[in-house]
């Protein structure tokens, strides 16, 4: 089956240290990969999102992403972390062929301590 | 602006009593879906609409109901909710074909008591 693995539950870091949110899926072949943040009290924001070319994908608010194949994973990083990038942190997939329903991760949620 | 609007933000209601959810998009967008969000968990499809007319199920489509009459709304009825159905709600909508990214609705947090 179809499935989005975020091993992290919950990650704390410290505000200005590097940051890395992991993410593995289980698909029949090389899916679409995005990953969105949700604020507290908003709706989703797309933070960038891979289809084909260069594996390293970047998005808005400085971060990037990188995708391996070899690995099934596609992992959100930032080199600095900033105080308002606390959040909860979405990984999704969706398919090549039809319509492209969105498949979630359940989740990280980022602390960022002052 | 582009957006997805759902009404109600906030809603608090009595087992067995029907509700709507309304969403509606202003991008001309062929593709609209319905989401919850639980704690651990993450976002799952309760139902999806390819266009006019054509909806479908999703991962978790008990107890609710669609309808796409028009191309911009896409309501989500609850016929008779129950307590299981407390969650957080969202709407989305994408363009057309492979690989676009949905837009989302700001979500409507729902309880039944």
């Known amino acids: 089956a179809q499935s989005v693995t975020q091993p992290d539950i919950h990650i704390t870091v410290s505000e200005g240290a590097s940051l890395e949110l992991r993410c593995n899926y289980s698909?029949?072949?090389?899916?679409?990969l995005f990953w969105y943040v949700q604020s507290p009290g908003q709706g989703l924001q797309l933070l960038l999102k891979?289809?084909?070319?260069?594996?390293l994908v970047q998005g808005i608010k400085g971060f990037e992403a990188e995708f391996k194949r070899s690995q099934s994973s596609f992992n959100l990083r930032k080199p600095s972390v900033h105080w308002s990038d606390a959040a909860e942190y979405f990984c999704a997939v969706a398919s090549r062929g039809g319509y492209n329903k969105l498949i979630f991760g359940a989740g990280t949620r980022l602390a960022v301590h002052p | 602006e582009a957006q997805v609007t759902q009404n109600p933000r906030y809603l608090i209601t009595v087992t067995g009593k029907k509700l709507t959810v309304t969403c509606s998009q202003n991008m001309n967008h062929e593709y609209m879906s319905w989401y919850r969000q639980d704690p651990g968990l993450g976002l799952r499809q309760i139902y999806y609409?390819?266009?006019?007319?054509?909806?479908d199920k999703g991962d978790v489509p008990e107890g609710y109901k669609v309808s796409r009459k028009e191309k911009r709304n896409f309501p989500l009825i609850l016929e008779s909710p129950s307590p299981n159905q407390t969650s957080l709600y969202f709407c989305?909508?994408?363009?057309?074909?492979?690989?676009?990214?949905?837009?989302f609705g700001s979500g409507t947090r729902l309880t039944v008591v």
């Open positions: 609409s390819m266009n006019v007319e054509v909806t």
């Open positions: 891979y289809f084909s070319g260069d594996t």
């Open positions: 989305a909508s994408s363009l057309t074909g492979e690989g676009y990214g949905y837009t």
């Open positions: 698909y029949g072949a090389t899916p679409y």
